[in-house]
């Protein structure tokens, strides 16, 4: 389950780096806020992957689940690209469950 999740916050974390840029140019946010949001949210991605060996780690993730949705009032298509991670994310959990479930039979 672990793989899974943490797969996701990696990729997860390579976008959400790279809406800083796409934030300051395209979106005119002030330069700040766009790496405090972007830079801010791969950095809790990756501390959120780091934390799955214990169940806060997937409450971590689910939080930035939903930040990644809210950077879509910085970067409208943020809006799309959240659902998606958070689509994975509760795939990931659901998949990984069943599949342990199958095997510690």
């Known amino acids: ?18 809406i800083t840029p796409v934030a300051i140019t395209v979106g005119g ?5 766009a790496v405090t949001a972007g ?3 791969a ?5 959120a992957a ?10 971590l993730g689910s939080v930035v689940q939903v930040l990644a949705i809210s950077t879509g009032f910085l970067v409208p298509t943020m ?12 795939t990931a959990i659901i ?4 599949v342990e479930g199958a095997t510690s039979r």
Do not use: N, Q
């Open 95 to 98: 998949v990984a469950r069943r």
């Open 29 to 33: 946010v002030a330069p700040g806020l």
């Open 50 to 59: 780091g934390l799955l060996k214990r169940p806060f780690g997937y409450v």
């Open 1 to 18: 389950m672990r793989r899974l999740g943490a797969s996701v916050l990696g990729m997860e974390a390579i976008v959400a780096g790279l």
């Open 39 to 41: 830079i801010g949210l």
């Open 43 to 47: 950095v809790l991605c990756v501390v």
């Open 79 to 90: 809006f799309f690209l959240g659902a998606i991670f958070t689509a994975l994310w509760i």
